[in-house]
């Protein structure tokens, strides 16, 4: 089985000052691993995947295998960030089954 | 290029009512997901069609909800009757890849409320 874990639901964070949104995940193969961002009134959207090694707004995230992690990390948080992140995992092979972790909302204090 | 549509955007029934959710996926798009996502929780998948046959549902509670997905393409999410816990944002979301790395992209949500 596959599982997403955001223990944060709320994380506060001063405007300029570093972020960092944790998830780890379980699953036996080799997973991919997806950060989606819902701003307000708006949709679910992608925001970065591992494979693709990329920033994106600023935002990077580092797969770590042994830690079984996938933190997202900012190093100057902005106003615009403030959003839902949903950290979520997709089996390698076969049917793409994505999971979803809880979300852990951004808030970002001006 | 037009996004995931789904429809309505809001429904208020009462307990043990019924309702039904439509989605129009991107064009091309062969992968469609159905997700429940409760307030506080995430996303939460109920089914997921490739083409128009079932890859998964294995959390769809089927006493209850039934979808399909006819020609490929559209699809109806139905719930009879409905509980004071269905209360949700329906999500429909749909991607071009079978497997792998693929991107999902997601309509606006149905939400519905059961009163």
């Known amino acids: 089985a596959q599982r997403v874990t955001q223990p944060e639901k709320l994380l506060s964070v001063f405007k300029g000052a570093p972020v960092e949104l944790k998830c780890n995940y379980s699953y036996s193969g080799s997973p991919e691993l997806f950060w989606y961002v819902q701003y307000s009134r708006q949709r679910l959207q992608l925001l970065l995947r591992?494979?693709s090694r990329e920033s994106i707004k600023g935002f990077t995230a580092d797969l770590n295998k042994g830690e079984t992690s996938f933190h997202l990390k900012k190093p100057f948080a902005q106003e615009e960030d403030s959003a839902m992140y949903y950290c979520a995992l997709t089996n390698s092979g076969g049917y793409q089954k994505v999971t979803f972790g809880t979300g852990t909302k951004l808030q970002v204090i001006p | 290029e037009a996004g995931v549509a789904q429809s309505p955007r809001y429904k208020i029934i009462e307990k043990r009512q019924s309702v039904a959710f439509w989605c129009n996926p991107i064009s091309g798009h062969a992968t469609l997901y159905w997700y429940q996502q409760i307030l506080g929780q995430g996303p939460k998948l109920l089914i997921q069609?490739?083409?128009?046959?079932?890859?998964?549902d294995s959390q769809l509670p089927k006493d209850r909800f039934s979808a399909e997905r006819l020609k490929g393409v559209d699809s109806t999410l139905k719930i009879q009757p409905a509980k004071l816990e269905d209360s949700a944002v329906y999500l429909c979301a749909s991607s071009l890849r079978l497997a792998g790395t693929g991107e999902l992209f997601f309509g606006e949500g149905s939400r519905l409320t059961v009163l």
């Open positions: 591992h494979i």
């Open positions: 069609f490739q083409n128009n046959g079932v890859v998964d």
